[in-house]
T-cell receptor, first 116, second 115 residues
Framework: DTGVSQDPRHKITKRGQNVTFRCDPI?????LYWYRQTLGQGPEFLTY????????KSRLLSDRFSAERPKGSFSTLEIQRTEQGDSAMYLC??????????????FGPGTRLTVL | AQKVTQAQTEISVVEKEDVTLDCVYE???????LFWYKQPPSGELVFLIR??????QNEISGRYSWNFQKSTSSFNFTITASQVVDSAVYFC????????????FGTGTRLKVLA
C-alpha cells in the first residue's frame, strides 16, 4: 500500500496566478478530504468527497477555490487568482467507512504553497 | 458546535522527562472519536493514538499513554521518558460518528525535548 500521495510537495507562485494540486488517496478509500493549515495553526477542513460527489464545503473555500474528484479516485484542488493569504500547507486525507477503526483518516505529506 | 482546545502552545522538557499534553474538546454528539497526531518539521501528520466515546479505559502503548475523561471532556496524552526525536507539534483532533467525519483539530502544542 503506497499511502496518500500529493503533488507537488512545494509550490511557489506569484500573486494572481492559478495553481492546481493533486491528491491520490489510498486506492480502496472512497472518502477524501482537503484541509488547509496556516502557520502556527491546526489543519482546517476545506471540503469532503464521497466517491465523486462533493458533499460538503467549508466557508473557508471561497469562490476562487474549486475541487474535483472526477472518477472517485484522485482529486484536484485549484486556486484561482492566488492571494498572499492563500499561503499555507494543503493536506489531503482519505478514509474508508469503518467504525472499528474510528473512521480514521490517512494523511498525505501535504503541498506547501507560497504566494509571493 | 464542535471545538478542540489545546491550551499549551509550547512545552520544553529535558530528555527523559515525562510530559503530558492537554486536550479539551466540545461536542454535543454522543458518538465521537478522538485522535492524537504528531507533525514533525517535514509537515506530514503521523497518527499516534485514537479513542472512541464509549471506551474510557486508559491505556499505555510503549512510551505513550492517554487519559480520556468524559466528565471533564479531556483527552490528555503523555510521553514517558521523552526523547529528542519526540520534538514536534502535537495535534488533538475530534470527529463525530455521523455526517462527513471531518476532523476538528486543536491549534497544536509544540514540544521541544532538549538533550
Amino acid at each position: 500500500d503506497t499511502g496518500v500521495s500529493q503533488d507537488p510537495r512545494h509550490k511557489i507562485t506569484k500573486r494572481g496566478q492559478n495553481v492546481t494540486f493533486r491528491c491520490d488517496p489510498i486506492s480502496e478509500h472512497n472518502r477524501l478530504y482537503w484541509y488547509r493549515q496556516t502557520l502556527g495553526q491546526g489543519p482546517e477542513f476545506l471540503t469532503y468527497f464521497q466517491n465523486e460527489a462533493q458533499l460538503e464545503k467549508s466557508r473557508l473555500l471561497s469562490d476562487r477555490f474549486s475541487a474535483e474528484r472526477p472518477k472517485g479516485s484522485f482529486s484536484t484542488l485549484e486556486i484561482q487568482r492566488t492571494e498572499q493569504g492563500d499561503s499555507a500547507m494543503y493536506l489531503c486525507a482519505s478514509s474508508f467507512p469503518d467504525p472499528t477503526s474510528y473512521n480514521e483518516q490517512f494523511f498525505g505529506p501535504g503541498t506547501r504553497l507560497t504566494v509571493l | 458546535a464542535q471545538k478542540v482546545t489545546q491550551a499549551q502552545t509550547e512545552i520544553s522538557v529535558v530528555e527523559k522527562e515525562d510530559v503530558t499534553l492537554d486536550c479539551v474538546y466540545e461536542t454535543r454528539d454522543t458518538t465521537y472519536y478522538l485522535f492524537w497526531y504528531k507533525q514533525p518539521p517535514s509537515g506530514e501528520l503521523v497518527f499516534l493514538i485514537r479513542r472512541n466515546s464509549f471506551d474510557e479505559q486508559n491505556e499505555i502503548s510503549g512510551r505513550y499513554s492517554w487519559n480520556f475523561q468524559k466528565s471533564t471532556s479531556s483527552f490528555n496524552f503523555t510521553i514517558t521518558a521523552s526523547q529528542v526525536v519526540d520534538s514536534a507539534v502535537y495535534f488533538c483532533a475530534l470527529t463525530t460518528g455521523t455526517g462527513t467525519y471531518k476532523y476538528i483539530f486543536g491549534t497544536g502544542t509544540r514540544l521541544k525535548v532538549l538533550a
